[in-house]
Structure formats: structure tokens, C-alpha cells
């Protein structure tokens, strides 16, 4: 009996031995199931530390705001990369970053190489427009542009200029792919902008009459998450791209600014050659153009912010164009503009 009670002791701790680490086991990873859940529907960027692999893993849906995703490819783009000098290899990791998104979205990529000439430096370098096309109803296009490289100023990551402009281009491009649009929309990450407009020019070059033709308005997305109010410029009158912005936003309760393509004409009458619209309206292509800064602080909208912050008011091309500094200074507001122009941005390419 002694050993029949030693044998079944025996058996009864060694079940025990089996049962307590497999309940421990189960215990954690039902709680990895919880976050890994809870993660999927609110995309905390905060605590989470972002790989390009995480951001393709994020699809848009119903549970997702709109610019939600767009705050994933700023922290990929601006925060991980960082700046992005036109030529160097941190402007090439932000161009297959890009690429890697169209794909992962469904499109195929197209990369357009070109050289581009550095006047400051004196040097010439190749850089690429990464171009992703969506099919609509009609063969008849919009061009819808962001440039993804940045200025080198000591600290600053290019998230407002225009690591910004990209993100809610490419939030646009996944949520459209399943879309019916009445145009076709052409999506392009220009490249080399800051060292003289290279990318869009180049694209633009590349067109022949009739394709260029075909276009129907090109839509420019340049530095939207830091400045105080949010702008759309460009062609007036009925049936412009422009006022049919202004009007959805009206409808939609949706605060935003209209300017004309006068407004950002230089002192001297000359249109200003300010961003990639440029080579478009050169080509009497009607566009418009996002942007937020705020008119009312000077006359020629450069000033984006009160002067106490930034330098004197402007946070692009300084050291203060980083995520971190946006969002300390400005609670909220990269949400609330990445919200705003993702979401007129998608209604413009899918009602227009
Ligand atoms: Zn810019």
C-alpha cells in the first residue's frame, strides 16, 4: 500500500508539474492576443516603435480615422529615416519606403530616375519620382504630388516639410485603391525639390503634349502638419478644383482657407516657384495646392506659427521641423491636420 501511495503521489505531482506551466502559458498569450488586438484598432504610436514592415501592416477601415495611418508613414518618413537631403542615401530609403507601400496597397510601382544639379553644392546626383496609378472611370487624370525629400538643417527631420505631404498621400492612395474614381489618379513622390524642383519638373519634361493634355488638374500636398491654420490655393472660379474644395469642406463643417494663385504670386508679379506645382502651372495645368501656415502673421503666408515659436514663426527649414517638437508645442494639431486633408483629399480624387 506504502508504494501504491508513493506511485499516485508520484503521479499527482508530476501532473501538477505538467498542468501549472501550461496554465501560466495560456495565461500569456491571451494577453498578447488582447494587445495585439487592442493595437490593431487605435495604432498607438506612441508606445509602439515603428518599422516600415509595421506601418504596410495597417489597413485602412471603417475602425481606422481618417489620418491615422498618414501619422504611421510620419513616424516611418520623418522619425525613423529622418532628414532626407535630395542624393543621399536616406532620400533613396524614403523612396522604397514609398514604393514598398504602393505595392503592399495593391499598385504597381513605377520608379522615374533623373538627375538633378545642385547649384549650392555644385554637384550633380540622381534622384527618382516613385509613381503609383490608379484607374478610374474616365483615362482623363489628376496628378496628385508630394515631395519627399527635406532640407539637412542640423536636427530637422522634414516632418512638416514634407514628410506630411507625403503621408496623406499615401494614406489616400490605399483608401482609394478599392474606390470607383471618376478620373484616374496618378499618384507621384517627387524627389529633389528643395535643391531646385527637380522631381515634378522632370515628370512634367517627360509628358508629351497630348499627355499633358489628358491632365486634368494636378493637386500639390507641401508641408500640412505644422502650421497654425489650413490653406487650399490656386485656380479660382466655378468648376475649379480649388472652390469645389472649398465648397465640400463648407458642406462637411470642415475648417479651411481659400487663397488664390495670385496670392502666392512673388513681389515683383511673378508666380511663385515655391513648391511642384510649379512646372504644372507652366504648362497651364490647373492645380491646387494644401498647405497650412497662417496669412495673418505675414504677407507672404511664410510665417506659420506665433514668432515665439520656431524661429521667428517658421518651423520648415529649421531645426524645430521634427514630430517630437510639433507635438509638444501643438497638442493635437498633426492629428487634427492630417485628419482635415486626408479627408478632403479623398473626396476631391473620388467626387471631383
Ligand atoms: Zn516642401
Redesign the pocket.
Known amino acids: 500500500m506504502k508504494s501504491i501511495r508513493l506511485i499516485t503521489l508520484l503521479i499527482c505531482l508530476l501532473f501538477l508539474m505538467a498542468c501549472f506551466p501550461f496554465s501560466l502559458f495560456k495565461a500569456d498569450t491571451s494577453e498578447i492576443l488582447v494587445t495585439e488586438i487592442s493595437t490593431e484598432n487605435s495604432i498607438d504610436v506612441e508606445s509602439t516603435p515603428l518599422t516600415p514592415d509595421d506601418a504596410s501592416e495597417i489597413q485602412p477601415d471603417s475602425q481606422n480615422e481618417f489620418g491615422e495611418s498618414a501619422r504611421v508613414h510620419l513616424e516611418v518618413l520623418a522619425g525613423e529615416i529622418g532628414d532626407r537631403l535630395a542624393g543621399t542615401g536616406n532620400e533613396t530609403s524614403a523612396a522604397e519606403y514609398i514604393q514598398s507601400q504602393f505595392e503592399v496597397f495593391g499598385y504597381t510601382a513605377e520608379t522615374q530616375w533623373f538627375t538633378a544639379y545642385d547649384d549650392y553644392e555644385g554637384v550633380s546626383f540622381d534622384s527618382s519620382n516613385i509613381i503609383a496609378v490608379k484607374q478610374g472611370r474616365s483615362d482623363k487624370q489628376i496628378i496628385v504630388g508630394a ?1 519627399y525629400d527635406s532640407v539637412n538643417d542640423d536636427g530637422s527631420q522634414g516632418a512638416d ?2 514628410a506630411s ?1 507625403v503621408a496623406v498621400l499615401l494614406e489616400t492612395a490605399e483608401r482609394v485603391f478599392d474606390e470607383e474614381t471618376p478620373y484616374t489618379i496618378v499618384f507621384v513622390a517627387f524627389g529633389a ?2 535643391v531646385g524642383l527637380w522631381g515634378s519638373a522632370n515628370y512634367v519634361d517627360e509628358l508629351n503634349q497630348s499627355e499633358q493634355n489628358n491632365i486634368i488638374g494636378m493637386v500639390n500636398l ?2 500640412l502638419i505644422a502650421g497654425d491654420k489650413t490653406y487650399v490655393y490656386g485656380n479660382e472660379g466655378r468648376g475649379s478644383m480649388r472652390d469645389w474644395v472649398l465648397e465640400n469642406a463648407k458642406q462637411k463643417g470642415i475648417r479651411i482657407e481659400g487663397k488664390t494663385d495670385e496670392d502666392l504670386y512673388y513681389e515683383d508679379g511673378t508666380p511663385c516657384e515655391c ?1 511642384d506645382f510649379d512646372a504644372f502651372e507652366k504648362a497651364y495645368i490647373p492645380y491646387v495646392f494644401f498647405e497650412a501656415t497662417n496669412w495673418d502673421l505675414s504677407p507672404d503666408g511664410m510665417v506659420q506659427v506665433d514668432p515665439q515659436y520656431g524661429v521667428n514663426g517658421e518651423i ?1 527649414h529649421t531645426e524645430f521641423d521634427t514630430i517630437e517638437y510639433i507635438d509638444e508645442t501643438f497638442p493635437g494639431r498633426i492629428e487634427d491636420h492630417l485628419n482635415t486633408f486626408v479627408t478632403l483629399l479623398f473626396d476631391l480624387v473620388t467626387q471631383y
Open positions: 515631395h516639410d514634407n505631404g525639390e528643395e507641401d508641408s513648391s520648415r
